[in-house]
């Protein structure tokens, strides 16, 4: 069984920092992307930042230079460094893997972490 745990939301002021951290676990043979996606109140989820097995990086146009991912391969974790926070990225952040092979000759399946709280106040 392959388990998704987040850690690193929590309060913050404007213009303050937080990394969030999400660690795959299980017998996992290869994880193709894994990605950020946030939730407000009232709104859908949204993709935050996605970064494939070979490290090329997709970001919402909204975080753009203030957001930077990445993420350790031999600890199937992913990083998610969220500088200049606005009270606009309160929200609950959850983690993504997709296609995570535990067979091979697989194609894989996609996991979600439990979620985090991020709120930044102003």
């Known amino acids: 069984q392959v388990q998704l745990v987040e850690s690193g939301g929590g309060l913050v002021q404007a213009g303050g920092s937080l990394r969030l951290s999400c660690a795959a676990s299980?017998?996992?043979?290869?994880?193709?992307?894994m990605g950020w996606y946030r939730q407000a109140p009232g709104k859908q989820r949204e993709l935050v930042a996605i970064i494939t097995s070979g490290g090329t990086a997709t970001y919402a146009d909204s975080v753009k230079g203030r957001f930077t991912i990445s993420r350790d391969n031999t600890k199937n974790t992913v990083y998610l460094q969220m500088n200049s926070l606005k009270p606009e990225d309160t929200a609950v952040y959850y983690c993504?893997?997709?296609?995570?092979?535990?067979?091979?000759?697989?194609?894989?399946?996609?996991?979600w972490g439990q979620g985090t709280q991020v709120t930044v106040s102003s």
């Open positions: 299980g017998s996992i043979l290869s994880i193709n992307a």
């Open positions: 993504k893997a997709e296609r995570v092979r535990v067979r091979p000759s697989t194609l894989g399946d996609n996991y």
